[in-house]
């Protein structure tokens, strides 16, 4: 996540002015101790002085008898803060507010149906002639050779477990092993098959969670020292539905600290194609474990990328649904109107797979709606609209790398991009030119998230104890939770105001198209598309010539869309083979 730009002035102006803004209930740990001392100086009142120091912030200049007049209510303020702050309130507390993608305008889509996965398309599938390959092979392949009783459930899981005790020294991606849960959903899934009970495509096929899910019994411990020996009774609801579609939960996979990049209090997650690389955002865990191949599937979370960054650095294909379109509950909270929970997976069926099991209502995450899914979707892929952010095609990077060899990699990557264009055209799909909303700050939004975060953890910032995580400089979260302390209500309800601007001219883009394709971190999209809830798919485009590394494109779908955007990222990866490929890691494990 991007670092917030240091606020206002320097000087003693700018530490006199943190001061205030503790002093009206806006610092956290560190600045309330600064106000101990100007209380002292003060006998513990506002003065004219302190809000004229601070009026930068808000970017006003009042006049005196204005200032002497606010005095008694910014004091009554202070008092009413110091009463909301001694209110417990738990992680997962929402606030009252709730974001919804839709705008106002908006008419529902039908009638309310639950989503369903109607075919699989691995009929017929055989079981490889060696583990690697079996342990590469696709949920669709695994569900079938389930199915047909080629494997067993219990065969797989302990193969998987073998694969995370082998690679985990070099890859760090695994938290907790949930060993003796994995081997009794197996034997339940193997005994329950051989009765002719078929659950699913699902149905005792292993899989990874992203350890910010609650699984009672196991700690979950959002991957952050403060909290690694915290257990919660809850169960994830995208635990409790693949526990029902019979799959087998084989580890609680890493997330960098507090869901923020690849670094967590065991180490830093590396990227299986690169060891010397972190595998980047904070689904690292479920990423890299899902392109080693120590998993059949995974699920992981976004809030700015934390699918599409991981699944780019490691080849892996993820799936970030519409907000609102599964369920949070038990799960860590971080930005409670941009949090997303999808699947990470080796192929887009897959992830159509996965999100059919945990989409849908569950009345515990109000902020969930039930909305048609089908898969394989119903329209041919060459039948369905897709735009493509022309101007982001058009683009030379290499502007934005700093080495040579950083220029001649982005300069590969858009010609992938293009050559990405060329293979739809050649599906007989009829691109059709887009241009991004490009009149609003879409970038200055980004605070939205810092304060939301700040609030979710507003009392590890109070306590101290976020001198226990492991990243400490001005782009990790301890610093970044402090500097949203000093945003003003006025400007947060201010910003979401422009989103709903935001909200109102990304939607008219679906105008014309049902999908759009855009370099994967080309402009602000990335960021427009998470403020605004749209599902995203990624898939693997190339490899980087200097170091052999994955690239991505993605697809982005219409609200609730994400049948369409998984058909046409569906149809790209079924005419390319980059999905295919394995790391060099599980190569060399294979010729030695």
């Not at 003693?12 to 740990?29: C, F, H, Q, S, V």
């Not at 389930?146 to 690679?167: F, G, I, K």
């Not at 300069?411 to 293009?418: M, P, T």
């Not at 949203?484 to 709903?500: K, W």
Request: net charge negative; charged share 25%; hydrophobic share 45%.
């Amino acid at each position: 996540m991007d670092a917030m730009s240091e606020l206002g002035p320097g000087g003693a102006g700018r530490r006199r002015a943190i001061k205030i803004l503790a002093a009206l209930g806006a610092g956290g740990a560190v600045f309330g101790r600064a106000l101990a001392a100007a209380a002292a100086r003060e006998g513990g009142r506002v003065t004219a002085e302190m809000v004229r120091e601070a009026e930068w912030i808000a970017g006003l200049e009042l006049a005196p008898d204005e200032r002497k007049l606010m005095l008694s209510g910014l004091d009554e303020l202070v008092e009413s803060f110091g009463r909301i702050r001694a209110v417990p309130l738990d992680n997962a507390v929402p606030p009252a507010l709730r974001f919804d993608p839709l705008p106002a305008t908006a008419v529902p889509d039908g009638p309310a149906t639950p989503p369903v996965a109607v075919a699989v398309t691995a009929r017929g599938a055989a079981r490889p002639n060696s583990d690697d390959d079996l342990a590469y092979a696709s949920v669709a392949e695994l569900g079938e050779l389930l199915r047909t009783r080629q494997v067993s459930s219990l065969e797989l899981t302990r193969l998987y477990l073998d694969r995370l005790r082998r690679e985990d020294p070099a890859l760090s991606c695994v938290v907790t092993l949930t060993e003796d849960l994995a081997l009794a959903q197996a034997r339940r899934a193997d005994d329950e098959l051989a009765a002719g009970r078929y659950r699913g495509p699902l149905h005792g096929v292993p899989w990874g969670a992203k350890d910010i899910l609650a699984v009672p019994g196991y700690p979950t411990t959002w991957g952050a020292a403060p909290y690694r020996d915290q257990r919660l009774e809850a169960t994830a609801t995208v635990v409790s539905r693949l526990d029902a579609a019979g799959a087998v939960l084989l580890a609680k996979l890493s997330v960098g600290a507090l869901a923020m990049g690849d670094v967590w209090f065991g180490g830093k997650t590396k990227n299986p194609w690169n060891l010397d690389q972190g595998s980047s955002g904070s689904s690292a865990g479920p990423a890299a474990a899902t392109a080693a191949g120590l998993v059949g599937f995974a699920i992981g979370t976004e809030t700015w990328g934390s699918i599409v960054s991981p699944c780019t650095r490691c080849g892996a294909t993820g799936l970030r649904p519409t907000f609102g379109r599964v369920s949070r509950y038990g799960a860590m909270a971080l930005s409670w109107s941009m949090d997303k929970i999808g699947p990470i997976a080796r192929t887009v069926q897959d992830c159509a797979l996965a999100l059919a099991a945990v989409a849908g209502p569950d009345g515990l995450d109000a902020t969930v709606v039930s909305r048609p899914f089908r898969w394989p979707p119903s329209r041919a892929v060459e039948t369905i609209r897709v735009g493509f952010a022309e101007a982001l095609f058009e683009r030379d990077r290499g502007g934005d790398a700093e080495t040579e060899a950083e220029r001649a990699d982005l300069a590969e990557w858009r010609r992938f991009d293009l050559r990405t264009l060329d293979t739809l055209r050649g599906l007989g799909v009829a691109l059709r030119p887009i241009a991004l909303p490009s009149d609003l700050p879409v970038a200055d939004l980004s605070f939205l998230l810092s304060a939301e975060a700040a609030t979710a953890f507003d009392d590890l910032t109070r306590s101290g104890r976020d001198d226990l995580l492991t990243r400490q400089g001005p782009d990790a979260w301890p610093n970044i939770f402090r500097q949203a302390q000093l945003v003003p209500a006025v400007e947060y309800i201010r910003a979401n105001r422009i989103r709903t601007l935001v909200l109102r001219e990304t939607e008219r883009l679906f105008d014309d198209v049902d999908v759009y394709v855009c370099p994967t971190f080309g402009g602000d999209n990335l960021l427009l598309t998470n403020l605004t809830g749209h599902p995203c798919v990624v898939v693997p485009n190339g490899f980087r010539p200097s170091n052999g590394t994955p690239t991505s494109i993605t697809f982005i779908g219409r609200l609730h869309g994400e049948s369409e955007a998984l058909a046409v990222a569906h149809a790209y990866q079924q005419a390319t083979a980059y999905h295919l490929a394995r790391p060099p890691l599980a190569r060399e494990e294979a010729s030695a």
